[in-house]
Nanobody, 123 residues
Framework: QVQLVESGGGSVQAGASLRLSCTAS????????MGWFRQAPGTEREFVAA????????FYADSMKDRFTISRDNSQNTVYLQLLSLKPEDTAVYYC????????????????WGQGTLVTVSS
């Protein structure tokens, strides 16, 4: 059974950068497409980015593709999300998960969610 643990969140000023990590334990995730989502208070979980098992193919929400970069290091069993030029509206809990079946843009297609890491951006 796999467990995902997110880290790297924090409280920052607008314009700052953060790198989030999602590290898997229990088994290798190198054959899995992985996704990042975020959820702000009172809102639904929102797709941020996804990456294929090889790292060759990446997918982004249109509103985030210019500032966020997803990557992975299969030797470390870890997926990353680089956040640049953060804005107050980026404040949310960021989650990673493993893609199962269905659309990679939908949270219902994912399983084995981590506990999330909180990103707070102040103006």
């Amino acid at each position: 059974q796999v467990q995902l643990v997110e880290s790297g969140g924090g409280s920052v000023q607008a314009g700052a950068s953060l790198r989030l990590s999602c590290t898997a334990s229990g088994r290798s995730i190198f054959t899995n497409t992985m996704g990042w989502f975020r959820q702000a208070p009172g809102t639904e979980r929102e797709f941020v980015a996804a990456i294929s098992w090889s790292g060759v193919n990446t997918f982004y929400a249109d509103s985030m593709k210019d500032r966020f970069t997803i990557s992975r290091d299969n030797s470390q069993n870890t997926v990353y999300l680089q956040l640049l030029s953060l804005k107050p509206e980026d404040t949310a809990v960021y989650y990673c998960a493993i893609l199962g079946r269905g659309s990679l843009y939908s949270p219902t297609s994912y399983h084995d969610w981590g506990q999330g890491t909180l990103v707070t951006v102040s103006s």
